[in-house]
């Protein structure tokens, strides 16, 4: 019988509400978490929630806020295991786009920041809980990136890594940063995160006397449904190559892509022109014949500035609703199918056990007359999304009653 999870397991990631100082983290705890929660039924849920760098500077310059936050957490029931480290600005600015990838691992600032989320997840965690994890951005933006970053990169993870390592000692909780590939950075594809985790980690590992089986205890994988279907991989062979090689898989965010059936019909693109919105990079791939050709981002690809081949399907880096199975028109489908592949994977695989939640940040972003128009629209909306996750799981025999 495969591990299973328990309903108040499953949560959403709170990056979907605009929020980038502590007291908007706070105010979507009450507004929207909670009510979440309330709708589903539950007397406790996990969430996964994202912190910017402006919150988490915040939360530990008192301890006040500190304790205000564990009282916030406490007042709705709201349990804290993992938690997003990914972007660290203003992710609901009115352009993200690259911005989201700043500051990339190469950079200081990237690794203050992780350390200070650590922090406070060690204070977050549940008493009887002693594991925490923390999805981290997959080193940087891939049209920048550099040999010489990818090194340092590497350097500043081993610096994390031992830095969790001491948190442990100190604290007895265990915090795992877990790389979530993503289309158009530096680790875009599953062969590339593992080259990185058991070639180059590995290497910077020995160079600096450090246990590898330190490094591989505190860094692991955070992996998005969508982001892998994007790129067109096996997300089953995927899941168990990365397992396979020893990385802990410690998050896991079910998302669903955009999938344009039809390129090539004007009547597609056209419907596509109501994804291609400034706030967020929309990467686009598809399959030919050497494998999968990807460009930046839709807008530029719709408006003729780079050019895809269009004999195969699109498949679009915008999360849509788990629960959505065709957008505007049949012409616009999703890649919610691949999630199957992911329950089987856990079903089979009983030690693999990960957090999980569901992540559609872009709720606010879909076509005008598919996005929620009120609060509770939005939240019965993340409700029926974690309804249908629930189903899945209950398929496979992975949710316990």
């Known amino acids: 019988m495969a591990e299973r999870w328990r309903k108040q397991q499953l949560g959403y990631c709170s990056n979907v509400h605009p929020g980038e100082s502590l007291a908007e983290v706070l105010r979507n705890i009450t507004d929207f978490i909670s009510p979440v929660r309330e709708q589903r039924g539950l007397t406790e849920m996990e969430a996964g929630l994202w912190l910017s760098e402006r919150a988490a500077s915040e939360l530990l310059s008192a301890p006040a806020h500190l304790k205000q936050w564990q009282l916030q957490l406490e007042k709705h029931a709201i349990q804290v295991r993992s938690l997003n480290g990914f972007p660290a600005g203003n992710f609901h600015q009115a352009r993200v786009k690259e911005l989201a990838y700043l500051p990339d691992w190469s950079d200081p600032a990237r690794l203050e920041y992780s350390l200070k989320l650590a922090k406070i997840l060690v204070a ?14 997959p080193l940087g933006y891939a049209q920048d990136w550099t040999e010489k970053k990818q090194q340092q990169a590497a350097e500043q993870l081993i610096q994390l890594a031992t830095a969790l390592a001491t948190l442990e000692q100190e604290s007895g909780k265990q915090i795992r940063f ?48 969508c982001h892998q279907a994007v790129m067109h991989e096996d997300i089953y062979a995927s899941l168990d190559a990365i397992h396979r090689i020893g990385i802990t898989i410690g998050k896991l965010q079910v998302s669903s892509a955009l999938v344009a059936n039809q390129p090539a019909r004007a009547d ?30 839709l807008a530029a690809l719709l408006d003729g500035s780079v050019a895809l081949p269009s004999s195969n399907p699109w498949r679009i880096h915008f999360h849509v609703p788990l629960q959505a199975t065709e957008l505007i028109s049949q012409r616009l489908t999703t890649t919610a199918d691949q999630i199957s592949h992911v329950c ?23 076509p005008e007359d598919q996005r929620p128009n009120s609060n509770d629209a939005l939240i019965t909306g993340i409700c029926g999304e974690l309804s249908w996750l629930e189903q899945q799981l209950s398929q496979w025999q992975l949710l316990s009653n």
């Open 124 to 137: 977050s965690l549940p008493d009887n809980e002693s594991y925490g994890t923390i999805s981290t951005l």
């Open 178 to 225: 877990c790389i979530e590939m993503e289309p158009g950075c530096a680790l875009e594809y599953t062969s590339q995160l593992i080259a990185f985790y058991d070639t180059t980690l590995r290497q910077t590992a020995a160079q600096n006397q450090i246990p590898f089986a330190l490094v591989k205890r505190h860094l692991g994988c955070c992996y998005d449904i």
């Open 268 to 297: 597609t693109r056209n419907d596509l022109q109501a994804f291609a919105e400034p706030k967020y990079m929309h990467q686009v791939a598809t399959q030919v014949e050497q494998g999968c050709k990807r460009i930046d981002d």
């Open 344 to 366: 089987r994977f856990l079903e089979q695989h009983q030690d693999c056990h990960p957090h999980i939640e569901v992540e559609t940040y872009t709720w606010q972003l879909l």
